[in-house]
């Protein structure tokens, strides 16, 4: 069975305070790890993809970096519209169609 | 309109009422998706659907039924629903890999349920 624990669960920066949150995964076989942004009472929006270890991803201040149990999303000066819960989900080879595991979610708060 | 929609975006209905959640992908993807999302917990897939063959998570009570017409369109019909099933319904769309590598899914904004 697939599982993914995030840490921390809340995480509360200052601007322009770079951190980074955790995804810690178990899957027999990744076939891909996701990572999502969700903003209150709306659906997770797709950030990156990542699908072998050593691979790192860019958007704006957001990186995502992928080792073979972890995976970390690295903010980098964040600003206060970066607050939002991320989430990270996987998908490992044993499961059939297109099915998700997610993580609870890290919630980060950024103070101006 | 764009990307994935869903209908109604709330909803409140009693424990013996009959209602349905629809949701429409414009991205031109062959499979679908349901969630479930409660405070505090991770998403819950509830159904897939992929070239519009259903894949059902047995531990989903039968007072929820999926309806994929086509690879467009998803219902989730809701009947005799308990106070515990209060929660946002996601609706999601991808293409289906059928292998490596996997594809990344987008969601609607949800349906806040609300069962008194």
């Known amino acids: 069975e697939d599982q993914v624990t995030q840490s921390p669960e809340a995480l509360r920066l200052q601007e322009g305070e770079s951190s980074s949150l955790n995804c810690s995964y178990t899957v027999s076989g990744l076939r891909g790890l996701f990572w999502y942004r969700q903003d209150p009472g709306k659906g997770p929006e797709f950030l990156f993809t990542l699908y072998s270890a050593g691979e790192e991803k860019e958007k704006e201040r957001l990186k995502a970096t992928l080792t073979k149990k972890e995976s970390f999303l690295h903010i980098t000066a964040p600003k206060p519209e970066d607050s939002a819960t991320y989430l990270c989900a996987v998908e490992g080879e044993e499961t059939s169609g297109s099915r998700l595991t997610f993580g609870e979610g890290t919630q980060l708060t950024v103070n101006p | 309109e764009t990307g994935v929609t869903q209908t109604p975006r709330h909803l409140v209905m009693g424990m013996t009422n009959k209602k349905s959640l629809k949701c429409e992908q414009h991205l031109g993807h062959n499979a679908m998706y349901w969630y479930k999302q409660s405070a505090k917990k991770p998403l819950e897939l509830m159904f897939v659907?992929?070239?519009?063959?259903?894949?059902e998570n047995n531990s989903v009570p039968s007072r929820f039924s999926p309806e994929c017409p086509n690879s467009s369109h998803l219902f989730l019909h809701l009947h005799t629903l308990q106070p515990e099933d209060s929660a946002l319904y996601l609706c999601?769309?991808?293409?289906?890999?059928?292998?490596?590598?996997?594809?990344?899914?987008?969601f609607g904004p949800g349906t806040r349920l609300t069962v008194t």
């Open positions: 999601a769309s991808s293409q289906t890999s059928g292998g490596h590598p996997s594809y990344e899914q987008y």
């Open positions: 659907y992929s070239l519009e063959e259903r894949v």
